[in-house]
Each structure stands twice: as structure tokens, then as C-alpha cells.
């Protein structure tokens, strides 16, 4: 009789543990640090008509897991997570066969092994990089020794045009080496770099998509030095005009810019450039009306800025006198401006006056034409855009 129920203990053990064994989803509705708050919500839950509620532990965080129902089907138990989702707002299904921590460790071995690659593959293409400036660097040294032969005497013309035949080809092979290497360099990054650092690559485009912007002007204000050859014409004629005697014989004059421009828009502009032509006897003045278009190049801090002007008078200035002289200038030209800041850019700027006048009432074209080059600094004030 003893051991009959020995047996049959033994056969409601077995029962018992491929029970649990066949049950690997458990529904979670808790977690906790120590086994005796776990022990106590899965009573709780019992008492509330869950008698299948019990807790497990999971060594690999070091948390008492509380669930409420355990099955056989995961979609029984997902099905079931939806249906207490009002009561459990936060339950969840547990594989036991694959808890989480497993997927994570899986996952972090992946970003390890793509990290340790990455860091391999920069390390031979800065190698590889360095071996295109070392032959670069050689290269240019054998391009000096050619010039230096070039300039040699007639006398040693053959032993030069040889040594300078075998330098050529020298350089020829160099540069299939770099070639090659730049090809090299091309498809380990398609074929390892691309595939295994798409994070970092993609990183990369984001920041040389980024460039500079120029942001939208409302007024600016320029200023710099400029070189003229304008006045070439103009100031023997003026100095006839107004019986002055003492002309200045200077071919080049030199003087400054101030300019203002104000935005009609994003990129049409309208303005009034001032030239100002000092000397020791009497100082020149060119007030220029302007409208120009701006544009930026790309994604560059690069913005080119076509125009046209007109002038219609020239101011002498002479001790305390000021006349004007019956010019009128039609000045294209082109200004390339470079962004530093927002609010700050050196710009240069090029204008070819075509020099027309009155002469006894009778409009006229100058035989020569003249141009002007100035170059300085341009403030841009942007306002409440």
C-alpha cells in the first residue's frame, strides 16, 4: 500500500512539472527587487479570482516577476493581455524560453562587433589616405625637378630630355597608384563602411548637408577700399571745363566705397553706392544708383551678386567749392560675396563703366571705357523676419 501511493505521488509530481514545462507564457502585471512583495501581490491576485497567479524570478536583472495566468499559446496570452489591458495597463507577455535580457545581449554583441569594424576600417583608410599624400608629395617634387631641367642649356639637351622622359614616366605610374588606391579606398566603403557603419555614414551626409546659409537680409552696409581707373578721361576734361589749370596727371586713383542696399525681396535688391577720390588738391565723388539680383551657390558661404548701375553726375569737390559735372555712367557688374558670420562677409566687386557725356548740348559715348575693383567688408541686418 506504501507503495502504491509512493507511485502515485510520484506520477502527480511528473504531471505537475510537464505542466509548468509546457507552459512557458506567463502574463506580468509586476516586477520586484525582493521576493516577499512579489509573494504577496501573487496572493493578492489569487484572492481575486486568479488561482493560477504566482511569481518567477529572473536572475539576469535580479527582479521577482508577478504573473497572473500562465499558457501554452502565445497568442492565447497576447489575446488575453488585450482583454486585461483596462485592469493591467502595463502587462506583458514572457517567453520563458527566450526572456528579453537574451535579445538585448544579442543585440549588443551586433553594435559591438559593427563598432570594432568601423574603427578597423577608418584606422586602413586614414593609412590608406596617407599613402595618396605621401605620392601626391612626391609627385610635386618630381614635377620641380622637371622644371629645373627645362631651364638647363641647349648642351645637355638630350641627357635632359632622357631623365626628364623617365621622370614622366615615373610620375605616370604614381598616378595609377593613386588610381588605384582611390579605387580601393571606393569599394571597401561601398562594400564594408556603407554595409557595417550606416549610423556613422549617415551622420556624415547629415552634417555636409548642413553647409551655411545666408540668412534673409533686409538692409546692408558695405564698405572697403577700391581701385578706379574712371577718372582717366574725366578729369583732364573737367579741369578744361572749369579753367583749372593745375589737372591731376595720376592714372590710377585710389579712394573708398560706402554702399547701401536694401532687399525688395529674397533676392532682387535696389541701392546707392558712394565712390569717394581724395588727393592733396580736391577730392571726387560718384554716387551710383544700383539694382542687382543675389544668389547663393549651393549649400557653400558662397553668394554672387550680378547688378547694374547708373550714375548721372560727378561731384568736384574743391576747397569749398562743389561742381558737377554732365556725365552719365551705365555700370554693369558682378559682386562675389563670402559669408563669415549671419551678420558679417567680405565681398569684392567689379564694375565696367561705359562712360557717356554732353558736349554743347549733344549726348555723346566716350572712345574709352574703365573699370572699377573694390573689395571690403559688408554688414547684412536682418530685422524681424
Known amino acids: 500500500m506504501r507503495q502504491l501511493k509512493l507511485l502515485i505521488a510520484a506520477f502527480l509530481f511528473v504531471i505537475f512539472t510537464l505542466s509548468v514545462n509546457a507552459q512557458p507564457f506567463y502574463l506580468v502585471v509586476a516586477s520586484h527587487t525582493s521576493e516577499a512583495p512579489a509573494k504577496a501581490v501573487a496572493e493578492k491576485h489569487r484572492a481575486t479570482g486568479f488561482v493560477n497567479a504566482g511569481y518567477i524570478y529572473a536572475p539576469d536583472i535580479k527582479h521577482y516577476r ?29 517567453d520563458k524560453n527566450n526572456p528579453p535580457s537574451v535579445e538585448v545581449k544579442k543585440q549588443k554583441a551586433s553594435v559591438d562587433s559593427t563598432q570594432v569594424a568601423i574603427k578597423n576600417l577608418d584606422a586602413v583608410l586614414s593609412a590608406t589616405m596617407q599613402q595618396v599624400e605621401d605620392l601626391k608629395l612626391q609627385i ?25 622622359s623617365e621622370l614622366k614616366d615615373t610620375i605616370a ?29 549617415f551622420a556624415r551626409k547629415a552634417v555636409d548637408a548642413e553647409g551655411f546659409i545666408f540668412e534673409k537680409s533686409k538692409f546692408t552696409l558695405s564698405l572697403g577700399p577700391v581701385k578706379s581707373f574712371v577718372l582717366n578721361d574725366i578729369e583732364p576734361q573737367m579741369s578744361t571745363y572749369f579753367n583749372i589749370d593745375t589737372p591731376l596727371s595720376n592714372k590710377i586713383f585710389y579712394g573708398f566705397q560706402l554702399a547701401g542696399n ?36 549651393g549649400n557653400a558661404p558662397l553668394r554672387i551678386n550680378p547688378f547694374i548701375s547708373v550714375a548721372t553726375e560727378v561731384l568736384w569737390v574743391d576747397g569749398e567749392n562743389t561742381m558737377a559735372g554732365r556725365y552719365v555712367f551705365y555700370a554693369p ?27 554743347n548740348d549733344v549726348y555723346k559715348l566716350a572712345e574709352t571705357q574703365h573699370s572699377n575693383l573694390s573689395f571690403g567688408v559688408r554688414f547684412n541686418f536682418h530685422g524681424n523676419n
Open 333 to 359: 557688374g558682378l559682386d562675389l560675396e563670402w559669408g563669415l558670420s549671419k551678420s558679417t562677409s567680405l565681398f569684392v566687386n567689379y564694375r565696367h563703366n561705359i562712360n557717356t557725356y554732353f558736349e
Open 262 to 297: 536694401f532687399y525688395l525681396s529674397e533676392n532682387w535688391k535696389a541701392g546707392i553706392d558712394l565712390f569717394i577720390y581724395p588727393s592733396k588738391t580736391r577730392s571726387y565723388l560718384f554716387p551710383y544708383l544700383n539694382i542687382g539680383y543675389s544668389k547663393q551657390l
Open 140 to 164: 610635386a617634387l618630381l614635377k620641380d625637378e622637371i622644371g629645373r631641367l627645362s631651364q638647363n642649356s641647349e648642351q645637355q639637351d638630350e641627357l635632359r630630355q632622357n631623365v626628364i
Open 173 to 201: 605610374i604614381l598616378e595609377k597608384n593613386i588610381s588605384e588606391l582611390k579605387s580601393d579606398i571606393q569599394n571597401d566603403a561601398e562594400e564594408k563602411y556603407v554595409k557595417k557603419g550606416d549610423t556613422v555614414n
Open 66 to 94: 508577478v504573473y497572473i495566468k500562465q499558457y501554452n499559446s502565445k497568442n492565447k496570452a497576447h489575446a488575453d493581455r488585450k482583454t486585461f489591458s483596462s485592469k493591467f495597463p502595463g502587462a506583458w507577455v514572457l
